[in-house]
């Protein structure tokens, strides 16, 4: 036995599903898509400072995942001892946008469009699962990944009230796929998500696209984990195959 039907049959029993039927990719974009988190580190430190929030860098590395909102009123809390209001918020979270978008464009992750390619070749519905909000990004999801992600089936900040590691995010992909747990992959690359696409009861995969090491990811939740995109879509059409033939 393999080591992939190995975490398969480990996973099934471990969640007492009948089998696995995958049938939807919930995929979380930044620094699994895009390679964006080095970016998003530095719009978020330079708008702390601008604030006068101190905040360490790597710091965000952790965070990524959540909402903007979230990510601020836990350094309001830390910084300044109290929530942040809906107005800082807003106003904060603005800025940093601002100062992503000013910075050089990001690339697509290396694998990502292969990976996607395969999962929209096999007939899978894929849903974007993104904490982010912002236009910069998802507004180039059409030209960069054409086909892949229909409009109608991508979960943003916008579209939740409980930003990850809460399983929100990932119940509401599947709802627009209409799939239950037992027939739904995720891809994540972030401790929060995917805690957030754990429990919701998906088949989590785990990529180490950044500083993050993979004993985070799998200490997370990730039942498999993948040391790059590349390594990931390599692998996928073996995994999907031992999920669709292996017999309890």
């Known amino acids: ?19 696995l039927h995958p049938v939807a990719a919930l995929v979380d974009m930044d620094g699994t898509l895009y390679d964006s988190m080095r970016n998003h580190a530095r719009a978020w430190s330079m708008m702390c400072a601008e604030a006068g929030l101190t905040v360490d860098y790597d710091e965000f590395f952790m965070y990524e995942g959540m909402t903007g909102a979230q990510t ?9 001892g109290r929530h942040a209001t809906a107005e800082e918020c807003e106003s904060l979270y603005h800025r940093k946008t601002e100062l992503f978008t000013s910075l050089p464009a990001v690339e697509v992750m290396p694998g990502a469009r292969e990976l996607t390619s395969l999962m929209k070749e096999v007939g899978m519905r894929r849903v974007l699962v993104t904490g982010s909000g912002q236009s910069s990004l998802i507004g180039r999801l059409d030209s960069d990944f054409p086909g892949v992600f229909d409009s109608n089936l991508r979960v943003t900040s ?6 990850k590691p ?13 799939v239950t747990p037992s027939q739904a992959i995720a891809i994540e690359n972030a401790p929060l998500g995917v805690k957030s696409a754990a429990t919701s009861g998906a088949f989590t995969i785990g990529v180490v696209t950044g500083p993050v090491p993979r004993a985070e990811l799998e200490g997370a939740g990730a039942a498999i984990v993948y040391d790059s995109m590349t390594e990931c879509a390599e692998a996928f059409p073996t995994l999907l195959y031992n999920m669709l033939t292996y017999v309890p």
């Open 166 to 178: 809460h399983p929100e995010p990932y119940i509401r992909a599947m709802q627009l796929a209409r």
């Open 158 to 163: 916008k579209d939740v009230a409980h930003g």
């Open 72 to 80: 601020i009123d836990i350094i309001m809390q830390r910084c300044r």
């Open 1 to 19: 036995m393999n080591d992939s039907v190995q975490i398969i049959r480990d996973f099934v029993v471990r969640h007492h599903y009948e089998k």
